[in-house]
């Protein structure tokens, strides 16, 4: 089967206005109020009906362009488009990054749109709902906001970084990952828990914060957040040289990366539930 793969840059056109859309959708819905729809792995992890509004819109757009790709979202799953083989192309959505944010009205949560090209995250794009901040990544072309190149933090000592992450929702997982935290905050500048795994991507991609770390991500939370990270120069993996992925995501400056790694392994930052 011969094929031509579509540029990331034409993949990112798409993604951005898309996303764009999505995101108005969002900030309109919460403007009229949200609520509770449904409910996931525990009963605070939330759905709201703007939640699975917004990725049926960002499915029918991308359907209405690019009808022969895959779809993978984090409310209605895979399969949302059947041709993923046939073109080569995989879209990874999360209408809402950052549900229980987006319920409280704390504008800090975001639409998360990526594109893959057999299996390697070419292009994407994360959304602030509230405030319309916009970052973008295209594998090889550099990571950017509001047209500026972004470069992760210069920082080379652990002890004066300061550290994203985040908390899962079951109970016992949290137990373990607050016991990580009360390891690890003595070696660090400080802890930020910001709630919502792409935006924390993004802010360490312009050293807004030092490096990121977090159990539990999926793969709508990681593909575009990572992507503009890993274009932004930090170091996206997991422990012991493995993937970033759902045991364990490391986002860090080269000079952080082995220090931060290394107490996180210590401290099984992996492990538990």
């Given at each position: 089967?011969?094929?031509?793969?579509?540029?990331?840059?034409e993949?990112?056109?798409?993604?951005?206005?898309?996303?764009?859309q999505?995101a108005a959708t969002?900030h309109r819905?919460?403007a009229?109020?949200?609520?509770?729809a449904a409910?996931k792995s525990?009963?605070?992890?939330?759905?709201?009906?703007a939640?699975?509004a917004?990725e049926r819109?960002?499915?029918?757009?991308?359907?209405?362009?690019?009808?022969d790709?895959a779809v993978l979202?984090?409310?209605?799953?895979?399969?949302?488009?059947?041709?993923?083989?046939?073109?080569?192309?995989?879209?990874?959505?999360?209408?809402?990054?950052?549900t229980?944010?987006?319920?409280?009205?704390v504008?800090?949560c975001?639409?998360?749109?990526a594109a893959?090209?057999d299996?390697?995250?070419?292009?994407?794009?994360?959304?602030?709902?509230f405030?319309g901040?916009?970052?973008?990544?295209?594998?090889?072309?550099?990571?950017?906001?509001?047209?500026r190149?972004?470069?992760c933090?210069?920082?080379?000592?652990?002890?004066?970084?300061?550290?994203?992450?985040?908390?899962?929702?079951?109970?016992a997982?949290?137990?373990?990952?607050?016991?990580?935290?009360?390891?690890?905050?003595?070696?660090v500048r400080?802890?930020?828990r910001?709630?919502?795994?792409?935006l924390?991507?993004?802010?360490?991609a312009?050293?807004?914060?030092?490096?990121y770390?977090?159990?539990?991500l999926?793969?709508?939370?990681?593909?575009?957040?990572?992507l503009?990270?890993?274009?932004?120069?930090?170091?996206?993996a997991?422990?012991g040289?493995?993937?970033?992925?759902?045991?364990?995501?490391i986002?860090?400056?080269?000079a952080?990366?082995?220090?931060?790694?290394?107490?996180?392994?210590d401290l099984?930052?992996?492990?538990g539930p």
């Amino acid at each position: 089967m011969t094929r031509s793969a579509p540029a990331p840059a034409e993949l990112l056109t798409i993604a951005i206005e898309v996303a764009r859309q999505a995101a108005a959708t969002a900030h309109r819905m919460r403007a009229e109020g949200v609520s509770v729809a449904a409910t996931k792995s525990t009963v605070t992890d939330v759905v709201t009906a703007a939640d699975r509004a917004v990725e049926r819109q960002v499915l029918d757009a991308l359907h209405r362009v690019r009808p022969d790709d895959a779809v993978l979202g984090e409310e209605y799953g895979a399969g949302a488009a059947d041709g993923g083989a046939a073109s080569g192309v995989r879209w990874i959505i999360d209408p809402i990054d950052g549900t229980v944010n987006y319920l409280y009205g704390v504008p800090y949560c975001a639409v998360s749109l990526a594109a893959e090209v057999d299996g390697e995250v070419v292009a994407g794009v994360v959304r602030n709902v509230f405030t319309g901040e916009e970052w973008t990544a295209t594998a090889g072309g550099g990571a950017w906001r509001d047209g500026r190149r972004l470069s992760c933090s210069t920082e080379v000592d652990l002890g004066q970084a300061l550290v994203a992450t985040g908390f899962g929702y079951d109970p016992a997982r949290r137990s373990h990952q607050a016991r990580v935290i009360a390891e690890l905050i003595p070696h660090v500048r400080d802890i930020r828990r910001l709630g919502a795994a792409a935006l924390d991507l993004c802010l360490a991609a312009e050293g807004r914060v030092d490096a990121y770390y977090e159990k539990g991500l999926a793969a709508w939370d990681l593909a575009a957040g990572g992507l503009v990270a890993a274009e932004a120069g930090l170091r996206v993996a997991g422990l012991g040289g493995l993937p970033a992925g759902p045991d364990l995501v490391i986002a860090a400056p080269p000079a952080l990366f082995a220090p931060l790694h290394d107490r996180l392994a210590d401290l099984d930052a992996s492990g538990g539930p």
